[in-house]
């Protein structure tokens, strides 16, 4: 439910106006066509899901997009004159407290949901699971085509953001490339660690027909596991994609600054036009 929700919702977000009111006018069947992927859901619970889920949307619209606008323009406000550490604090705070909002507002359904499955629904998703993981593991094969399209992955990211470059700013922007990607780890590798680790978890406590308190417990303890302070690899990471922001900001031109900031701007249109439209 968090995958599907709360990064649907932020990407659909981020696409468009016109895409962003049609997660929020039709998110309900989206998610409940994702889940009857997993599950083989009943009508009941396709009608349980799609209720709940317009309900959950119809929060996220009301009560934070006001705030992701509000965080947007502070962060307009900032950027005018470059960034600085405490900032970049700032802002790394105020999203963990946006995801720490989501989380507590859907694991309560999210553990009820789990608690209706029965044992071919719990089958159905670990076959799911299994053919997930099989796609997975066929792209750890290709670490170097990995690497290559994370290579133009964040080449585009940067021009979006901030136009074009100058050819001694792609010399850069290369070098940056070979360093930071050397020196951080294959995030699908990290991702496949965990994530076997996880669904073997989830999948016994299912089987042993898990109360709502114990289901709420283990998605607690599973998404803190994102976000926990905790955690040195994840604060070390943290600390290295700020200074690489850092990095960044000292680099661009006056011009791709002010690029950047128009693009916050069409960000902040979508988000106006998604929170009135309702």
């Known amino acids: 439910m968090k995958k599907i929700i709360l990064f649907t919702v932020l990407l659909f977000i981020l696409a468009g106006c016109n895409t962003a009111k049609l997660l929020y006018d039709f998110g309900d069947?989206?998610?409940?066509?994702?889940l009857d992927n997993y599950?083989?859901?009943t009508s009941e619970q396709e009608d349980w899901v799609e209720e709940r889920v317009r309900m959950h949307l119809e929060w996220h619209r009301t009560e934070e997009l006001p705030r992701y606008k509000n965080f947007l323009i502070e962060i307009q406000k900032s950027a005018k004159d470059g960034l600085t550490m405490s900032e970049l604090d700032e802002g790394f705070s105020r999203f963990e407290a946006k995801s720490g909002r989501i989380f507590e507002r859907l694991i309560p359904d999210t553990a009820l949901f789990l608690t209706k499955l029965n044992p071919l629904q719990i089958n159905n998703l670990e076959r799911e699971m299994l053919e997930e993981n099989e796609e997975m593991l066929e792209r750890l094969e290709s670490q170097q085509d990995r690497l290559q399209k994370r290579r133009e992955d964040f080449?585009?990211?940067?021009?979006?953001w901030f136009g074009e470059f100058s050819p001694s700013?792609?010399?850069?922007?290369?070098l940056w490339q070979t360093e930071w990607f050397t020196e951080s780890s294959d995030p699908i590798a990290a991702r496949m660690e965990h994530r076997l680790k996880s669904q073997s978890q989830i999948l016994t406590l299912l089987r042993s027909s898990p109360d709502n308190t114990q289901l709420e417990k283990w998605l607690r303890r599973w998404s803190s596991r994102w976000d926990s302070n905790e955690n040195p690899e994840r604060m070390a990471r943290i600390l290295r994609n700020k200074k690489r922001i850092l990095q960044v900001d000292k680099f661009i031109t006056p011009e791709q600054r002010l690029h950047a900031l128009r693009e916050l701007d069409e960000w902040?249109?979508?988000?106006?036009?998604?929170i009135i439209n309702h």
């Open 268 to 274: 902040l249109e979508i988000l106006e036009q998604t």
């Open 169 to 174: 700013q792609l010399e850069q922007i290369k």
């Open 155 to 160: 080449l585009e990211q940067m021009e979006d």
């Open 29 to 34: 069947e989206i998610v409940s066509w994702q």
């Open 39 to 41: 599950f083989d859901l």
